[in-house]
């Protein structure tokens, strides 16, 4: 995945450190035991689906296939960072086939558009990740909407899990969109391999259970698998502030001031696979995710020496601020008219 490169001596300084640790080096034994052991949940989860049945059992295997997935989602977007091989296009095939034949999204897509956010993250012009939509995070987006959506958006911290559900839903309509829209030789693949997800996961579900208990396990893993998915990406930068134009031509305050960590233990880096680290992931995207913890001890004291400011919370509380802050956002059009 591309960067942008910064050109402040900051940076240099602290990537020298980072470096110096041997933080950025690649981690084949771990991505190893981690693809065997990912590989082998993938196939037990379907295993567990035949042989269970047409049984309502089989909404126990949703929840857990729902994690699976979204794990899958995280190897995934480890790929997408060149944080498992040395070449770009072997991260890039691994990659692929996890995303459209794992999933069932678009890799093309998605790079596409998670180069954009972490080359400007919270801008609203062009992180994409910020676009108004089901959503208005800024107040500018409140205030420029129509009188049914201000309407709505008052209501969008109460509805924004409930909302969760559908996210695995919207990525798939977005990457159709994408395959559609044209291309050359990758996307034809890209599409091949999603067709494929969609008909075997359809195919296998139907099989293995009466059409009721089929459809209910679909909506139960697909609309927890959005949920979980959202839920890990939520806390890292919404709520956090838009940059002036000197903050944002700093890449190291860009990425610093726009990100906030979630503390936790080793369970918090499994559940949200390494994002809890997110300002260390948005200054050195290609770091292992294994080093994420080493490397947060030398940026949290780099960034106290240098007095910039370092936002670590609770996982509850990382929620509690983005709620405020879709609240506030949300509430904007309707204060500024009394």
Request: with cysteine; hydrophobic share 45%.
């Amino acid at each position: 995945m591309q960067s942008t490169r910064p050109r402040g001596s900051a940076y240099a300084e602290l990537s020298r450190k980072i470096k110096g640790a041997g933080l950025l080096d690649r981690c084949p034994g771990y991505y190893a035991v981690q693809g065997a052991l990912l590989g082998g949940l993938v196939l037990l989860t379907g295993v567990a689906l035949v042989l269970i049945g047409d049984s309502w059992w089989q909404i126990a295997v949703a929840v857990v296939a729902a994690v699976v997935s979204t794990q899958v989602g995280f190897f995934g977007h480890d790929t997408g960072h060149r944080q498992i091989f040395t070449s770009g296009r072997a991260n890039h095939a691994l990659g692929t086939v996890l995303a459209n034949l794992g999933v069932g999204f678009s890799y093309g897509w998605w790079i596409d558009k998670h180069n954009r956010h972490h080359a400007h993250p919270n801008d609203e012009e062009k992180d994409p990740d910020v676009e108004a939509g089901a959503l208005a995070f800024t107040i500018g987006q409140a205030l420029g909407s129509g009188r049914v959506a201000q309407t709505y958006y008052r209501y969008q911290a109460w509805i924004f899990f409930p909302l969760l559900l559908l996210e695995a839903l919207s990525l798939r309509a977005s990457s159709v969109r994408y395959l559609l829209s044209g291309g050359g030789e990758r996307r034809i693949w890209e599409a091949v391999l999603l067709m494929t997800h969609l008909v075997g996961y359809t195919a296998l579900v139907f099989l293995s259970m009466s059409p009721l208990k089929a459809v209910v396990f679909i909506v139960v893993h697909q609309g927890l698998f959005g949920l979980y998915l959202g839920c890990a990406f939520a806390p890292n930068h919404k709520g956090m502030p838009s940059l002036s134009e000197e903050e944002a031509a700093d890449f190291l305050r860009r990425q610093v001031l726009t990100s906030r960590n979630v503390r936790g233990n080793w369970l918090t880096d499994f559940a949200l696979g390494g994002l809890n680290y997110q300002i260390e992931h948005h200054l050195f995207p290609s770091m292992p995710r294994r080093n994420l913890r080493h490397a947060q001890l030398i940026v949290r004291d780099f960034c106290a020496e240098h007095r910039i400011p370092y936002l670590e919370t609770g996982l509850f509380e990382s929620y509690a601020q983005a709620l405020r802050h879709l609240d506030q956002v949300g509430r904007a059009p309707f204060a500024s008219t009394r």
